[in-house]
C-alpha cells in the first residue's frame, strides 16, 4: 500500500497519475487528503480516499495504517505551522509503523541559505530520530515560480527581481513528482537515500526574460530590483504577504548562490532528460 499525502494538490496529484501510470494497482494507493470530497473521481477510479489532515494530529495515524510506503509532502503556510504540522506527521507515521517515507524536502536542506530551509531541516532531523526508514527527495526550486506569472511580465515587457546573475537549477513540478512517484513504486530499496532533483541547466533570470522574449517574440528585458521595491511590486500584483517574502527572501539567496547546485538524480529517476527552460517557457506562454 502506498499512501500519498496532499493529493488533491498540484504534487500529490501529479504523483498519484504517475504511479498509476507506473502500473501500480488503483486498489494499492490511498490519498491521504482534507478534504475527502475534492477526491471523489480518484475513489471513482479505485483508489482508497482517507481524511487526513496536518492541524488535526488525530486524523493522522488511521490515514497512515497499513501504509508500506508514504509519500509526505510538505505543507504550505508560516515556517512555525509547518514545522508543528510536520512533527505531528513523523510522530503518525511513526505510531502506524509506516514501512518507508519518502520527504518531499528542498534541495540542499542541510545547508541552503534560504528560510524556507528552516522548515526542511527540521523535518529532516525529526524523520532521522524517529528511526522511520525514509528516502529524501530534496527538490530544487520549482520553476513555475517564476514561468506561472510569465504572460504578465511579457505583456509588460519587463521581468524583475532581487536574483542578479544568479543561477536557479529548477525543474517543473510535474517532472519532481513523477520522480517521487518512481521512487515509491522502485522495487529497489530506497531507505537512507538522498537525491538531490534539479534540472539539468542552471539558469538567470536575464536568461529567462531572453527565453520568454524568443518565445512570445516580444521585447523582455529583466530589470533588477532592491529586495523592498521588489516586494512592494509584489504585493501590489496581490500576492499573499507569506508567498512575497518566500519569494524575495528566494531572489536575495539566489544572488548568493543558494540554488545553483546541478545534478543528475532527477533525469536518472525519470530515465529522459528534465523539462528544459525553453520548454518550461513554451508551455507558460502557450497555455
Known sequence: MIVVTGATGQFGRHAVENLIKLGVPAGQIAVAVRSPEKAADLASRGLQVRQADYDRPDTLAAAFTGADKLLFVSANGPDDLRITQHRAVV??????????????????????????????????????????????????????????????????????????????????????????????????????????????????????????????????????????????????????????????????????GALQTVTGDLAALLGRPTTTLGEAVTTALRD
Open 91 to 256: 510522530d503518525a507515521a511513526r505510531a502506524a509503523g509506516v514501512g518507508l517515507v519518502a520527504y518531499t524536502s528542498i534541495a540542499d536542506a542541510d545547508t541552503n541559505p534560504i528560510n524556507l530551509a528552516r522548515v526542511h531541516r527540521d523535518t529532516e532531523q525529526a524523520l532521522a530520530a524517529s528511526g522511520l526508514p525514509t528516502v529524501l527527495l530534496r527538490n530544487g526550486w520549482y520553476t513555475e515560480n517564476y514561468t506561472a506569472t510569465l504572460a504578465g511580465a511579457v505583456e509588460r515587457g519587463a521581468i524583475v527581481g532581487s536574483a542578479g546573475q544568479g543561477r536557479i537549477a529548477s525543474a517543473t513540478r510535474a517532472d519532481l513528482a513523477e520522480a517521487a512517484a518512481v521512487v515509491l513504486a522502485s522495487q529497489q530499496p530506497q531507505s537512507g537515500k538522498v537525491y538531490t532533483l534539479t534540472g539539468e541547466v542552471a539558469w538567470s533570470l536575464p536568461e529567462l526574460a531572453a527565453e520568454a522574449a524568443a518565445v512570445s517574440g516580444k521585447p523582455v528585458t529583466y530589470t533588477e530590483l532592491p529586495a523592498e521595491q521588489y516586494a512592494h511590486i509584489l504585493t501590489g500584483a496581490g500576492l499573499p504577504g507569506l508567498l512575497v517574502e518566500m519569494l524575495v527572501d528566494a531572489d536575495v539567496k539566489v544572488a548568493q
